[in-house]
């Protein structure tokens, strides 16, 4: 079985300043891995995704994550926040790349101070 | 861009109730899903569905659950004998391979 674990359950950042929101995961077999984010009062968006090929991904809106397959993680980035970017953010994993069944983190509530 | 839809976007009910919660999925997708969230916890898949018939389901998804393509658009999730542990966020989410896209939600709320 999978499981992801995402180390804080609030991150409060200033405006323009750096973030990183934590994913770590378990599996004893290969993994996908994604990070899906909630706009308040919306339903969960793929941010981004790791299917193969560079560990580095990274989103249309300035996020990336880097794949860490010795550490177990998949880490989320970004080197300056707006106030647009306060949001839930969720780490998954799933054993198909089809994504059919994904295992999710608690999430990680990222509030932008301005 | 196309999204799924859902409705009612909250619902109360009575324990021990019926409710029928409806996604209206991407009109090409092929894959089906339900997931729920209890407030505070995970995200937690209950279901996956494809050509007619469940593909995969969660421990969670007994059978007070069930799941219905009524016709060629609708997908429901019904839950027969409500408990107030279901109170929860229902998401609905439909694929044809990656990614899932997922609908905005129903609260339901069981009293």
């Known amino acids: 079985a999978q499981s992801v674990t995402q180390l804080d359950s609030q991150v409060p950042v200033f405006e323009e300043a750096p973030v990183e929101l934590r994913c770590n995961y378990s599996?004893?077999?290969?993994?996908?891995l994604f990070w899906y984010v909630q706009y308040p009062n919306q339903g969960l968006q793929l941010l981004l995704k790791y299917l193969s090929g560079s560990t580095l991904v990274e989103s249309i809106n300035g996020f990336e994550a880097e794949f860490n397959k010795s550490q177990t993680s998949f880490h989320l980035r970004k080197p300056s926040v707006h106030i647009s970017d306060t949001a839930e953010y969720f780490c998954a994993v799933s054993v198909n790349q089809g994504a059919q069944k994904l295992v999710f983190g608690q999430g990680t509530r990222l509030t932008i101070n301005p | 861009e196309p999204e799924v839809t859902q409705t009612p976007s909250h619902q109360v009910t009575q324990m021990g109730q019926e409710v029928i919660l409806r996604c209206v999925p991407i009109?090409?997708?092929?894959?089906f899903y339900w997931y729920r969230q209890i407030l505070g916890q995970k995200v937690e898949f209950l279901v996956s569905?494809?050509?007619?018939?469940?593909?995969?389901k969660s421990e969670i998804f007994d059978d007070q659950f069930s799941v219905e393509r009524p016709d060629g658009s609708n997908f429901t999730l019904k839950i027969r004998s409500t408990k107030l542990e279901d109170s929860a966020m229902y998401f609905c989410?439909?694929?044809?391979?990656?990614?899932?896209?997922f609908g905005n939600g129903t609260r339901l709320t069981v009293t």
């Open positions: 009109s090409n997708h092929l894959y």
């Open positions: 989410a439909s694929s044809n391979s990656s990614p899932l896209h």
């Open positions: 599996s004893s077999v290969s993994v996908y």
């Open positions: 569905f494809y050509n007619n018939e469940i593909s995969e």
